[in-house]
């Protein structure tokens, strides 16, 4: 039905493109005939001469500093113990996290147990939506955790000998 797809005609007064189409049925017709776009066709971003504000250029590229603080002393703790009595441990170096929590090592369970231990009374009085928060959620792990082999004894296959039948009471479907 398409006769020839699309056109490109540039007209010499303006850099216009004007797409024109052909159909067997309608003939030849200009697509959005009288639209005039309201955004800026030609190459680069002109500055308009109206505009008063100077352009904003980039700033000028300053180079970092060779030597800093932070990245010569990086990493000084790492083997501070080396040249010691061998008695510092990495957890003792650890200033930025809560007491009960240096070099503590477990499951989530225990780590919120382990919270619960230590500020339990602050929590419940200062913070009570969030002991109750911490309450909950050692709830659902202790099932999680204590329940996740159980299983129901009453759809359990019984155990019968090779020659035994099985017992009136099993259903097939529950296994």
């Known amino acids: 039905m398409l006769i020839r797809s ?13 797409s024109i189409r052909t159909f ?36 000028p590229f300053i180079d970092p500093q060779e030597w800093t603080l932070e990245a010569a002393t990086f990493g000084q703790n790492d083997y501070i113990d080396i040249l ?25 369970l225990q780590h919120l147990l382990r919270r619960l231990k230590f500020q339990g009374k602050y929590l419940e009085e200062n913070q009570p939506q969030r002991y109750s928060d911490l309450i909950t959620r050692i709830r659902y792990l202790m099932f999680k955790i204590n329940f996740k082999h159980y299983k129901r004894p009453w759809l359990m296959r019984p155990t019968v000998g090779p020659n035994e039948p099985l017992p009136e009471y099993y259903d097939p479907r529950s296994s």
């Open 24 to 59: 067997k049925r309608f003939g030849e017709y200009v697509k959005g005939y009288g639209h005039e776009p309201k955004y800026y066709q030609g190459g680069y971003l002109p500055r308009a001469a109206h505009l008063k504000d100077p352009p904003n250029y980039l700033p």
């Open 6 to 18: 699309i056109l490109s005609k540039t007209n010499s007064n303006s850099q216009l493109t004007i």
């Open 84 to 108: 010691g009595d061998e008695n510092v441990e990495h957890w003792q170096l650890v200033r930025n996290a809560p007491f009960w929590l240096r070099g503590f090592q477990g499951n989530e």
